[in-house]
């Protein structure tokens, strides 16, 4: 079974500046997906970024982007120039890419605190 | 586009009584999720569905816990009875059933409260 540890239960950044989010997850499958999950207080998980395996290039979305190493099994996302609505649980999560429409395996997820 | 659907948003209920949650998927969304995401934890899946039929349903207590997706659009999950460590918010997602890309949509969740 695959296993997703975000190592840090709480993270804090002030506005404007740089913070980086830990993940690491263990698999053993070639081919799959990450996904980086913003859930704020009022609980609606959203999407913030989605990284394929096979793909070597790092994922960016605005202000959100990804570093990934394949090897090292390492998925970390970094938010650029921080803001007050940034602040939210972020989650880390694993999902196999050998069927379409395999469920999404979490880690346990980080608070962020924006700071002004 | 709507978005996923859930009710109750919230709901307290003794232990030992019964309670049902409700989600309705974005239309057109062959598959469909329910997970249990209990405080300070990242969240769980219980059951999925691919239009009516049960996909995986391997961490579904069985014994107290149902689901059912009727004419494979709107959900329900029921719990009875109810024990305290069901209290949690029940989160409902769907996505499409065409490539392996397909993102999974989540529903505001239900959060329930056993005492």
């Known amino acids: 079974a695959q296993t997703v540890t975000q190592s840090q239960p709480e993270m804090s950044v002030q506005e404007a500046e740089t913070v980086t989010l830990s993940c690491t997850y263990d698999t053993s499958e070639s081919d799959y997906y990450l996904f980086w999950y913003k859930q704020p207080p009022s609980r609606q998980m959203i999407l913030v970024i989605r990284?394929?395996?096979?793909?070597?290039q790092n994922a960016t979305e605005n202000r959100f982007s990804v570093n990934f190493q394949k090897a090292a099994k390492s998925f970390s996302l970094k938010i650029s120039d921080s803001q007050l609505g940034d602040a939210a649980m972020y989650f880390c999560?694993?999902?196999?890419?050998?069927?379409?429409?395999?469920?999404?395996?979490f880690g346990k997820g980080t608070s962020l605190l924006v700071t002004p | 586009e709507a978005g996923v659907a859930q009710s109750p948003r919230y709901k307290i209920i003794e232990k030992r009584q019964s309670v049902a949650f409700w989600c309705n998927p974005i239309s057109g969304h062959a598959t469909l999720y329910w997970y249990q995401q209990i405080l300070g934890q990242g969240p769980k899946l219980l059951i999925q569905f691919q239009n009516n039929g049960v996909v995986d349903d391997s961490q579904l207590p069985k014994d107290r816990f149902s689901a059912e997706r009727l004419k494979g659009v709107d959900s329900t999950l029921k719990i009875q009875p109810a024990k305290l460590e069901d209290s949690a918010v029940y989160l409902c997602a769907s996505s499409l059933w065409k490539t392996s890309t397909d993102t999974q949509y989540f529903g505001p969740g239900t959060r329930l409260t056993v005492l």
């Open positions: 999560a694993y999902r196999s890419a050998l069927l379409a429409g395999y469920a999404l395996n």
């Open positions: 990284q394929e395996a096979y793909k070597q």
